[in-house]
């Protein structure tokens, strides 16, 4: 296993200590990726949190909806980015790329969005999605309407802001602990 | 039921319809606290959501450690205030005024937390969960030195992050949602 | 007389000692509140501030005009929160409460306005008052003709700003002389 | 009398209707300063805030006290620039002029008072003024011990923070109503 | 040569001792105005920074274009004001008065361009300004329309991009120095 | 030539057309570079700018001193992305990992500086760039007393003040005319 500096500022437990759950899902993502994130090795040593953090994702970004799954990266990649968040921009920014099958769109996402090479339904999105993460307070019934208007349902709006405020969660977590981004992240789909 | 305007801008699902397990979980909480708190009935429409969302909720707020109940409350008043959320304030203000055996504690909290009754400690903890709510990317080393001064090891380090950074994510869920307090909430505690 | 430090941190002068005016006022709400709120205390010993105090405060709530008397204890309860103004939000908050018989709205006011039981024209007054309070600098005729579209007419457009921008002093001094609410603040018009 | 539109967006009264001890006020100015500053039009069309107003006003800034007449301007000029008040900053440019007998403080002060002319002291005075302003509810114990580094008595400190808080207040009503410097403060004190 | 504190932190060269290109726009400057302003010194100990700074200024100062010398100057004083810079904000005003003829615009736009007597097309100029200062990420198509609608060819919004970029640059340099404005500046052009 | 709807909201102007120093400016950086960099297409368009740009580009980036190469790239990222540049933190993230000899240090700068992998005094040095981009009217004598404590010299701090700056200008031109970064940066220098 890594140098646990490599990883986060907490120290990181040995696979073979995990709950049997924890480790076959980290195992199954490191057969699948063929590295383990680090997100897994630093939730590991809390396996409740470990449970409900991924359940949480999970629910979110598997399930099915209008919102396709790049779409659903971009809310990672714009949202994390002005919350400074490491690893959720390096990591979500290679999974985005993949999604979309496109490399230059993560790192347009992630300097400006407002900028970026997407739809003016995908720069909608993304406005409610900074909306929600940096003043949900001022979220109003006239955003439901702006949403509308580029043929977004209320239970896509539901998803979008469900994204939005889960990675503001993940990214304070990461930043916290210094979450790592593993190297493998950062060429992953640039073609 | 009672009206769903009252509960949330999005539609609630009767009791009946919902899966076994999530209905048992607000049937146990109903028993225990003589109604249903609206946060179960806005996530129920979404099982695997709420599923996730309490898995996460009970393993930050019923897990041993250093930092008492009415310390995980505190935080949840503290952070819920700056981010405008009504439900967090009020509902967890009243569960603050229950577990600290004090009712003017949640009303001086949510005002300004630096101006409470509370201790120098306890004040330390809620700028930490402030930080981390507001700009957890400038957490560094110095954080972790100050609260330790305090007697925080790293592992209560880490509640309090954890629980600013998940009802981070509530406050924008019930902001989004346009989620009610039930009347209930405002009175319990106040002797 | 209490504990000063209950009060204030700056030190309370005796009754006695004060001029009979000032007395006289402190002796009368008294007796119509069964005990004196601390802002008369700590204002005190400063006599002449204290009179432009009370006399700018009644010449702006208590004088005719369109505005209810519940909604300027509105207007103190918005403004004061991101003031982050704990005599304030506790004391007016037990006013509107009594003023609006409504044992809720002070807290839904004070946690997010936007999310209160009021009508849409008590939401923009809201608007207005947070506006006037965080970057009045921005105020423009746009503002004179949204308030107009609700029927406020010009002289409730300056009571409006009046009473946040001297709830804005009031909300300072109380700050920096570290003002504590009374006890008997919390449990008002709770019904 | 001057069109009113130089004055303020609100109309001006006639100095023949006003109440004796109002006009006798503002003739009073008028005969000292050989014309009527622009705020005494403003508020008399409120003569119960006019009197508070002027009252508040001379007991902070006439008072006796440490703080010299010099230095309660420059608290003004600084506070007043950032709340973006043309009024406050014009106006009380020129009488901190005329009071510091210095024909360059008050656009230093205004421009950025870091950068200004003044004594360190000074420079620790208006950084706490600029805090009250801003952001009284971080105001603590730590902002009284570094003005007792320099000086200043606890009495200093209501005094600079009371003037901070008024001229709070002044500068948003000024901004609301629009109201206009006299041409005559421009070139005051310029020497 | 004055003494070097009155210019700026930075040590400032003799004027024998610099490039004779430097020293000879230096000594025109002088020729043209009766003193040496203050930025020619600080930037002169760096010739190449000193010769592409005034290149650029001219490249956009002295152009031909739409947008007058005194809309320029406008531009200038409204973006230095709210980045403090003591120098740009006093030595533009003079400039700005002079271009404008006009010994009361400069103090008016410095402290609140909204609410000085110039044009609604010169305030729809300074919101672009202020934006571009503030937060070039959000200019949009938006911004470019409604400075269309204000007679603005794109030609123009490209100058007051570029001035109040330029100037922001200006600014940064002038408060890490200390530039300080020379004494000749604050009385220019008061009539 | 592209279509230049791929390079900026701007016309690109035809090589041919351009003055014969800026043509050649470009087709030197072709030929380094093998491709035109967009800047210097957008830019092209007004010549003079151009010429002051990169002459003050030149100035800072190539000149001797302390700070390395790579150092000033470091600013340049780490300073354009709280601006939401996307094609400086694209554009000079390619150059910041061709000059570090590091494929990871560009994303991770731009992320978040202070989680990155470089020094100490590195990130001393960004904490100082970004105060100078952000907030240049707070810079004191303590910021020039922190750089010197890890070895700054009173140029070397210019320098990054100078580099913060003037990228600072150039965020502003990227955003207000949409300028693009090329394909050909986003994957140089990933190994």
């Not at 195992?27 to 949480?56: C, M």
């Not at 959720?88 to 999604?99: D, K, M, N, Q, S």
């Not at 019934?141 to 802001?161: K, N, P, Q, R």
């Amino acid at each position: 296993m890594t140098d646990s500096t490599d990883v986060s500022r907490f120290p990181t437990p040995a696979l073979d200590d995990l709950p049997e759950d924890v480790r076959d899902r980290i195992l199954a993502v490191q057969e699948k990726s063929g590295f383990i994130p680090n997100v897994f090795l630093v939730l590991a040593r809390r396996p409740d949190e470990f449970r409900a953090f991924f359940a949480y994702h999970d629910a979110l970004m598997d399930k099915p909806g209008n919102l396709t799954k790049a779409e659903r990266e971009m809310i990672v990649v714009a949202t994390s980015s002005p919350n400074q968040c490491q690893y959720c921009v390096v990591a979500h920014g290679a999974i985005l790329r993949i999604r979309a099958k496109d490399p230059l769109i993560a790192d347009q996402v992630a300097a400006n969005y407002r900028k970026a090479d997407i739809t003016d339904r995908q720069k909608a999105m993304l406005d409610f999605a900074i909306k929600v993460s940096g003043e949900a307070y001022r979220v109003s019934e006239d955003d439901f309407a702006t949403l509308a208007s580029h043929g977004f349902t209320e239970e896509d709006v539901w998803d979008i802001a469900a994204i939005s405020a889960f990675f503001g969660l993940s990214n304070r977590i990461a930043n916290v602990t210094n979450m790592k981004p593993n190297p493998e992240f950062y060429g992953m789909g640039r073609g």
